[in-house]
C-alpha cells in the first residue's frame, strides 16, 4: 500500500515560483508511476503532470508548458513539482497521485488510473 505525504502549498505573488513535494512510502519507488493533479473552486479536478516510475516521459497539461517542471529524487522517494511564472489561474489544491507498475517507461496522465492519492496542499497565486 502506498502512502502519499504533500507540501509545500502556500501563498506566492503572480510570477513567482514554488515547488511541491509529495513523499511516497510503501512500495519501492521505482515500481510507482506518479502524477501531480489540481482542483480549483467550483471546478473539475484537472491533470497538470505526471512521470514514469524509472523517470521517464514527463507530461503536462497545456496550460503548465514551458511553466512547470515534474521531477522524481529517488533517493529521497520524492516527487516534485516546480511551478515558476505562477498564475492567478493556477491558484488550486494541488493532489500528488500515484500507482504501481511493471511500465517503467510509461507515464499515466488519466486520474482513474492512479488509485492511490495525497491530502492535497494549497497553492494560492494573488494577483
Known amino acids: 500500500q502506498v502512502q502519499l505525504v504533500e507540501s509545500g502549498g502556500g501563498l506566492v505573488q503572480a510570477g513567482g515560483s514554488r515547488t511541491l513535494s509529495c513523499a511516497a512510502s510503501?512500495?519501492?519507488?521505482?515500481?510507482?508511476?506518479m502524477g501531480w493533479f489540481r482542483q480549483a473552486p467550483g471546478r473539475e479536478r484537472e491533470f497538470v503532470a505526471s512521470?514514469?516510475?524509472?523517470?521517464?516521459?514527463?507530461s503536462y497539461t497545456d496550460s503548465v508548458k514551458g511553466r512547470f517542471t515534474i521531477s522524481s529524487e529517488y533517493a529521497k522517494n520524492t516527487l516534485y513539482l516546480q511551478m515558476n511564472n505562477l498564475e492567478h489561474e493556477d491558484t488550486a489544491v494541488y493532489f500528488c497521485?500515484?500507482?504501481?507498475?511493471?511500465?517503467?517507461?510509461?507515464?499515466?496522465?488519466?486520474?482513474?488510473?492512479?488509485?492511490?492519492w495525497g491530502q492535497g496542499t494549497q497553492v494560492t497565486v494573488s494577483s
Open positions: 512521470i514514469s516510475s524509472l523517470g521517464y516521459n514527463p
Open positions: 510503501g512500495r519501492t519507488f521505482s515500481d510507482i508511476a
Open positions: 497521485a500515484a500507482r504501481t507498475t511493471n511500465l517503467g517507461r510509461y507515464s499515466f496522465t488519466d486520474e482513474g488510473e492512479y488509485p492511490t
